[in-house]
């Protein structure tokens, strides 16, 4: 499906069969007021959603909150969104639970996104992946992509947060899907400048994550932790640019650029191990 130039409202679209949309240049599409539905929502196992075209969110008009792609992947489903322009966002602009197949979320742009509210639950991100598919393994890429907050929350609750990576059912115990999270080379700036409570760092990954590649990003005027890792397996952090870090008086949660924590939860991870070499 070709979306042409224009703006088009839309209260929410299901997408229940392989398609694959593409937002052609000067293509909108916007979520409606009040919108009772996520903007667009995956039940298909797969989904293409290529720019140059926008999503806007509308964040400043929706209650409760909204998604602008909610696609759930379990195993054999593949996803990607690839190019797109997302402005206005609200909650996460991409969300996936079930976590056991392949997503990509490469070249992408999030700017305008609301910022955190400072209720405990209520994440605010561009990618948020969490509830693992038990016994799955997936893989999700987020690579080359550019996230824009703000160095100076006005709200209680801070910037909003990267990607919160949480692909688990019950990391505690050990299980869950164990995923792999690729991140290369994306650009952060003034991400996760929170005290709001919740961990919403440019890049965080909870337990039960089976492999974290983290590498040649850059980050700049970012808080809470860069780059967290709790009870990660294979953690590799390498090649990556820190700078102009903690800026906002808010910031009460200060973790340091790189936050790894092996031990997180000793019975999510048999043998937790980590490279952390060559960032600056």
């Not at 609750?157 to 690729?182: H, K, M, Q, R, W």
């Not at 409570?197 to 492999?211: F, K, M, Q, S, V």
């Not at 650029?257 to 092996?262: D, G, Q, R």
Request: aromatic letters at 10%; hydrophobic letters at 35%.
């Amino acid at each position: 499906v070709h979306v042409p130039a224009g703006t088009f409202i839309v209260n929410g679209i299901t997408i229940a069969s392989p398609l694959t949309i593409r937002l052609m240049p000067g293509a909108t599409v916007k979520h409606k007021n009040a919108a009772t539905a996520h903007l667009f929502h995956v039940t298909a196992t797969r989904f293409n959603l290529y720019g140059p075209g926008t999503i806007d969110g509308n964040h400043g008009q929706q209650t409760p909150r909204k998604y602008a792609v909610s696609a759930p992947c379990p195993s054999g489903s593949h996803h990607r969104v690839e190019g797109v322009r997302f402005i206005n966002t609200q909650a996460a602009a991409i969300y996936s639970n079930n976590f056991g197949g392949t997503f990509e979320v490469i070249g992408n742009s999030f700017v305008g996104m609301d910022q955190h509210s400072g209720v405990a639950g209520e994440w605010t991100t561009a990618v948020y992946v969490e509830s693992g598919e038990v016994g799955a393994r997936g893989l999700f890429r987020l690579n080359h992509n550019t996230m824009v907050g703000t160095d100076a929350p006005t709200i209680a609750g801070g910037s909003p947060g990267g990607i919160f990576f949480a692909p688990t059912t019950d990391y505690a115990n050990g299980v869950g899907n164990f995923s792999t999270l690729e991140a290369i080379g994306n650009h952060f700036w003034g991400i996760g400048q929170n005290a709001g409570g919740n961990d919403i760092g440019p890049i965080h990954c909870y337990p039960a994550t089976d492999g974290a590649r983290v590498i040649g990003n850059y980050f700049e005027k970012c808080g809470f932790s860069a780059i967290a890792a709790k009870s990660v397996q294979s953690f590799i952090c390498t090649n990556n640019v820190i700078v102009n870090g903690q800026t906002s008086t808010q910031n009460v949660a200060a973790e340091g650029a790189i936050s790894y924590a092996p031990g997180y939860h000793s019975g999510s991870v048999a043998r937790p191990r980590g490279i952390i070499a060559n960032n600056t």
